[in-house]
């Protein structure tokens, strides 16, 4: 059983914060990586931000390092994705999934629902 769940996303003006919640489930996918990627219509998924098992490690995208902050509860099996100065251009579909850390990709070909973030201007 593998499962992705996220949620927190909503409508937000320009300049606004959001905080997004991946709650993540699977024994055989236990102490890998975890990213966060979104998609906005007519766009391909893209990949954001990367997390380390343990959390010491962190990655970020040019176009999100210094506004998104990606963390996890292992406790809690979730992992969270603070965004600060939302940007139009920040409206996507977000989704999260185990993610080799190096190479920055998925591992798990079925995703979640995703949550959606609308950031108006």
């Known amino acids: 059983q593998v499962q992705l769940v996220e949620s927190g996303g909503g409508l937000v003006q320009a300049g606004g914060s959001l905080r997004l919640s991946c709650a993540a489930s699977g024994r055989t996918f236990s102490r890998y990586a975890m990213g966060w990627f979104r998609q906005a219509p007519g766009k391909e998924r893209e990949f954001l931000t990367g997390?380390?098992?343990?959390?010491?490690?962190?990655y970020y995208v040019d176009s999100v390092k210094g506004r998104f902050t990606i963390s996890r509860d292992n406790a809690k099996n979730t992992v969270y994705l603070q965004m600060n100065s939302l940007k139009p251009e920040d409206t996507a579909v977000y989704y999260c999934?185990?993610?080799?850390?190096?190479?920055?990709?998925?591992?798990?070909?079925?995703w979640g629902q995703g949550t959606q973030v609308t950031v108006s201007s």
């Open positions: 997390i380390t098992w343990s959390g010491l490690s962190t």
């Open positions: 999934n185990y993610i080799d850390y190096v190479i920055r990709r998925p591992l798990y070909d079925d």
